[in-house]
């Protein structure tokens, strides 16, 4: 059974950087798609960014492109999330959630099985 934890959320000002990690047990991630959904207090959860399988494609939501990059580090069985330029409209529980398959073009929470417990990302001065 795969088994996600995230960890690297924080406390950052505006403008600064967070490096988030969603770090897999159980199974190897190589060949799950892997995304990042973020929900903000009284707001729904919305997807931001998503690696594939084995075509190691990629998409972010238009408020994060430019400013996020989701990679993997493959010996560690991790998908990393790196945040620049953060904004206080990014504060939220960041989580990790991942499945077989290629990454829709769509983000849509359902399309996961395998979801991490989340970490808190805070962006404020």
């Known amino acids: 059974q795969l088994q996600l934890v995230e960890s690297g959320g924080g406390l950052v000002q505006p403008g600064g950087s967070l490096r988030l990690s969603c770090r897999a047990s159980?199974?190897?991630?190589?060949?799950?798609?892997v995304a990042w959904f973020r929900q903000a207090p009284g707001k729904e959860r919305e997807g931001v960014s998503c690696?594939?399988?084995?075509?190691?494609?990629?998409n972010y939501a238009g408020s994060v492109k430019g400013r996020f990059t989701i990679s993997r580090d493959n010996p560690e069985n991790t998908v990393i999330l790196q945040m620049n330029s953060l904004k206080p409209e990014d504060t939220a529980v960041y989580y990790c959630?991942?499945?077989?398959?290629?990454?829709?073009?769509?983000?849509?929470?359902?399309?996961?099985?395998?979801w991490g417990q989340g970490t808190q990302v805070t962006v404020s001065s």
């Open positions: 959630a991942a499945d077989r398959g290629q990454c829709p073009v769509e983000f849509y929470e359902g399309r996961y099985t395998n």
């Open positions: 159980g199974l190897t991630l190589d060949y799950y798609m």
């Open positions: 690696i594939s399988g084995s075509t190691r494609t990629t």
